[in-house]
């Protein structure tokens, strides 16, 4: 279906995921500049008065932005929201983004008509992640405006589920906004995105490199390094299954390819669950995507990449029909 604004300003229909620890607003700006939609986790800003800086932050710089570039102003931007007993934040922080009406957000771990209701109360719409179908039609019974399909292969937690069987399984029943997450880091997989009846393709581990991403410059050249093979999916770090780069379990002493399982009910993100080492500062999230990340790049870059790549697609999919 046609998108409705304010999506109707991005240049390229893509959605740049929330990235717990990395994004925060200088990587947001740089993606709403470059016309794609840029999201931060609410828990990135400490303390969590930080939230309210950075709200007047990125809403002052892309006012600015738009005044100066009538002609191409910024995209929106989306604040995630985890939505988990385990924090004790949520409803303050859900204030704050009405404070600053923000366009978007993006919930996960769990879906709370509350939140959605307070999102729609300053006209804001919500996002929900979800790994299959039965937490999908849960998440729109309960107000979600549209769904983000986690599918095999995506960066952090992520499902197990193909995106063709998740994506046919939601488009049987559901024709609102829909963003597809799982491997996408390629023009071409955009395009393969939209052809599978998704709105916006959900990219996450290609802005680790970027020079605007909060992240550690070893993490960046690890991202650069690896490919869909040094991807290990476990659960040993948050109670979650989850992707992480293999180069970083190593680094933290501990083998790959026999991690023990955690316990669920213990789930605490960013513990490090029953390790020392911590989930998303010592042990890196990544999805399968990352082996056509080849540099450390800025978001604007990358963005004049993926849309090369996305008009190519274009071309050399009529030239086969």
């Known amino acids: ?90 409803e303050e922080d859900v204030e704050v983004c009405g404070k600053w009406q923000v366009p978007m957000m993006i919930t996960s771990l769990g879906a709370r008509e509350e939140i959605f209701n307070a999102a729609h109360s300053w006209g804001g719409i919500v996002l929900h992640d979800v790994i299959n179908d039965r937490f999908a039609r849960k998440a729109i019974e309960k107000g979600a405006d549209g769904l983000i399909p986690v599918a095999a292969g995506a960066g952090g937690h992520a499902g197990v589920q193909s995106p063709f069987a998740l994506m046919q399984e939601i488009r049987s029943w559901f024709d609102g906004l829909v963003a597809l997450s799982g491997a996408i880091s390629h023009g071409r997989s955009v395009l393969a995105a939209q052809a599978m009846g998704a709105d916006f393709a959900y990219i996450g581990s290609p802005w680790i490199a970027t020079k605007e991403a909060n992240a ?20 040993l770090f948050t109670g979650v299954h989850g992707n992480y780069l293999r180069g970083s379990i190593v680094k933290a002493g501990l083998d790959p390819d026999n991690l023990p399982e955690s316990d669920p009910s213990a789930m605490n993100f960013g513990s490090g669950g029953n390790t020392k080492a911590k989930a998303w500062k010592d042990i890196w999230g990544s999805g399968q995507g990352v082996g056509m990340v080849d540099a450390v790049d800025s978001v604007a870059d990358r963005v004049d990449r993926l849309e090369r790549e996305y008009i190519q697609a274009q071309k050399d999919l009529a030239a086969r029909v």
């Not at 240049?11 to 999201?39: D, H, N, T």
């Open 216 to 235: 550690d410059e070893a993490y960046k050249q690890e991202i650069v390094a690896s490919n869909a093979a040094d991807i290990i999916y476990s659960n």
């Open 1 to 90: 279906m046609p998108l409705q604004a304010p999506f109707d300003r991005l240049r390229l229909p893509i959605i740049g995921s929330p990235l717990f620890i990395i994004s925060g607003p200088e990587l947001v700006i740089a993606q709403c500049k470059a016309g794609i939609v840029g999201s931060f986790p609410a828990l990135n800003a400490r303390p969590s008065g930080m939230l309210d800086e950075w709200l007047h932050q990125i809403t002052e710089e892309l006012a600015a932005h738009n005044r100066d570039n009538p002609d191409r102003p910024a995209a929106p931007y989306a604040v995630n929201q985890i939505v988990h007993r385990t924090n004790n934040r949520l």
